[in-house]
């Protein structure tokens, strides 16, 4: 699956967040999209996901719309923007990702108890299956949420800085699992500040300040001199300088 942005414009508190943006991130590939803060990388995966409104702009998955794409799509939302005193089970949140398999009133079924526990398993989670979420540590509770998208078996994984607050343990097992889906034909997009990680995880990169800057393979852009334009650029009005 391969995501397609086109010309993706969003306005937030009435200033442009991102104006413009196009990229492309293929399958079988991590792409990470870097900038500085404010830069809007996380507008971008929100918009797409339709948690934002925005001015104008297409997605698309394979040449087809988003929408009818949805099903496949997973996305991992940064993890302090989540209720963590929500009373519930890690593997029930485990089990939401298979909701998109399952018709509304079903109870879950073998093949959803298995994907459920697999998951758990990939992660390392199966002996913490029963733990309510709050008692999880940092680098727990991510690898749940990405266990709720591997359960979900999605084709598309959109993921919001997943490396902040965790344990390198944890930053190897998620970076290595990221690596795999991607080998087996996943697009996987992370948004991510970690210039180190990035360059071991991603094979293609998208440069951001609000505008693309540039993207490509993640030899060609991880450069000195694209860095420099992006982390230097400064867009104060964007309407009036487009």
């Not at 293929?26 to 507008?43: D, E, L, M, R, Y």
């Not at 104008?56 to 005193?85: C, H, K, N």
């Not at 399952?102 to 002996?127: H, I, N």
């Not at 994984?157 to 889906?181: R, S």
Request: aromatic share 6%; hydrophobic share 40%; charged share 20%.
């Amino acid at each position: 699956m391969t995501l397609s942005v086109r010309d993706l414009t969003v306005t937030y508190r009435n200033r442009p967040a991102i104006h413009g943006v196009e990229f492309e991130a293929p399958s079988g590939s991590v792409t990470g999209v870097i900038g500085p803060n404010g830069a809007g990388k996380s507008t971008i995966l929100k918009a797409v996901m339709g948690l934002l409104r925005p001015d104008s702009g297409t997605i698309m998955i394979d040449g087809r719309p988003f929408e009818e794409m949805r099903r496949s799509v997973s996305y991992l939302p940064q993890r302090l923007a989540l209720d963590w005193d929500y009373p519930a089970q890690v593997r029930e949140v485990v089990a939401m990702g298979r909701y998109p398999h399952r018709r509304f009133g079903r109870r879950p079924s073998a093949a959803d108890r298995m994907a459920v526990s697999d998951a758990l398993k990939r992660v390392g989670l199966t002996e913490l299956a029963t733990r309510q979420i709050g008692e999880l540590s940092g680098g727990q509770q991510q690898r749940m949420l990405l266990a709720r998208a591997l359960a979900q078996e999605a084709s598309t994984l959109l993921l919001d800085e997943p490396f902040v607050g965790i344990d390198a343990a944890t930053v190897a097992l998620l970076t290595g699992l990221l690596i795999d889906l991607a080998t087996d034909g996943a697009c996987v997009v992370v948004v991510n500040h970690d210039l180190a990680t990035t360059s071991t995880m991603c094979t293609y990169a998208v440069l951001l300040n609000q505008r693309v800057i540039t993207q490509g393979p993640i030899d060609a852009v991880l450069t000195s001199d694209w860095l420099d334009q992006t982390y230097a650029t400064r867009f104060v009005d964007l309407e009036s300088s487009s």
